[in-house]
């Protein structure tokens, strides 16, 4: 199987079209409830320009803003290298629609397999049943407008409130991720993974909720397998709200981290 | 008083050159331990300037990038406003020492006080004794490189393991934090003293961090008086490891939560 013929990799390609700029047509196989395409998979757009022109491999960490609504449809990153360390590189990438910035993503890039020290481990993986046990969170339902499910599944211990029309008043969750045509994670894909659960303010009854910025910590390249998250909203005030996210990967390392702030409708 | 009579105020005033351009006074008056200026400082300088020509008052979601080490001495900062929005604009500076980039900031800024939506909070607030009965954790030390310490006030239940020469294995901590020359906090300052304590690697043994990447959100206004601070390492890796930084204001308000990734030496 070519890269190219797993979605993510199809729908986040990226072609050279001048110095540092590129052409990317945003799908929309990754739309949420609304109809509008899931900010990390935008992210994941420019992650892909960025790689073609930083000095080093990984992206390690990741602050994007969302200035506009992306919309499926033709669009363009232009690129560039903010400074090229020897350690650590940090580059610049913006996405233009009909000639209007969408998203700005700053970005530090490093080579995390030839990172040194030691790991010191505070935190508890997500206490999940074994993905063959845990519940299909879409289970039979098909919703049209949210394309996404259709190429990311989901797994959890027990259906949450939301779900059953009953917010829970507890925003948060734990749940298995997984590319559902078998691509394996890795350090670009996790950085989207990490906007592609439903927000946990949901078991607060409110129905939805816009990125304003989003950062991705990458820590290390996880192994091929399901991703256990834990996603969390702890405050909200003002109309908006922080959400923290893990992913740890099939051996139990924590691979990710991000947060974000949003703002309900 | 008059605003420059402060530390705070007088060592971040910039002063425009051009059209969104302004020169700056790194003060070694912030300084850490190693002798250079405290990174969330030097984003104060930036913020400062950013506030000159952003449409709206306050602070939101400030991301920093720290390219190369700032060091005391004059500098200039560049702003660029990215997108102006009706509820949510956001803008950009950098920072340079000698025609280097050091300091890359991009920053929504919003109008805090205009913000609807209900307060959800499920978090506790440090669990922290009166400021009156707590230690002042430098007590009578004098440590001549650390500047920034004769600028804020640190106060804790207990002296730190790390302080008492024996790292206590747990990264986290709870303080008191102030202006010792009496400047009440405000969003500008808060997104500073995120970044004023003690890393609490100390706790592991390190004997400092580096910042690479720094986020901050800013809640609410802060009420005038102490700042009770929550500050936690979870994940140590490669060499790098996160810290999430809460602020919570004399009223209990959640007002400020940042997190970095930063280096270890």
Request: aromatic share 8%.
């Amino acid at each position: 199987v070519s890269a190219a013929a797993y979605a993510f990799d199809a729908d986040t390609r990226v072609e050279a079209v001048a110095d540092h700029r590129f052409a990317a047509v945003i799908t929309d196989r990754w739309n949420v409830l609304g109809g509008r395409p899931n900010g990390g998979y935008v992210l994941g757009v420019c992650l892909q320009a960025l790689t073609r022109v930083m000095p080093l491999p990984d992206p390690l960490a990741v602050s994007a803003f969302f200035l506009r609504p992306t919309e499926p449809g033709p669009a363009e990153v232009g690129t560039a290298i903010v400074r090229s360390g020897r350690r650590i590189s940090t580059g610049e990438a913006r996405l233009y629609q009909d000639g209007k910035e969408t998203l700005r993503v700053t970005a530090a890039f490093s080579d995390l397999r030839a990172a040194p020290g030691r790991t010191v481990v505070l935190a508890e993986k997500p206490a999940l049943p074994p993905p063959q046990q845990a519940i299909d969170l879409m289970g039979d339902r098909v919703i049209p407008e949210l394309t996404i499910a259709q190429r990311v599944e989901y797994r959890v211990a027990a259906r949450p409130g939301w779900a059953r029309g009953e917010p829970s008043g507890r925003p948060r969750q734990e749940l298995w991720m997984r590319f559902r045509d078998g691509r394996e994670p890795d350090l670009l894909s996790l950085a989207s993974l990490v906007d592609a659960a439903a927000p946990p303010v949901l078991e607060l009854g409110e129905t939805g909720s816009a990125t304003v910025e989003l950062t991705v910590y990458l820590r290390a390249h996880p192994a091929p397998g399901w991703l256990a998250c834990r996603v969390a909203t702890r405050f909200v005030s003002g109309g908006y709200h922080e959400e923290v996210f893990e992913i740890w990967d099939s051996t139990g390392a924590l691979v990710a981290q991000s947060r974000q702030l949003a703002l309900l409708p």
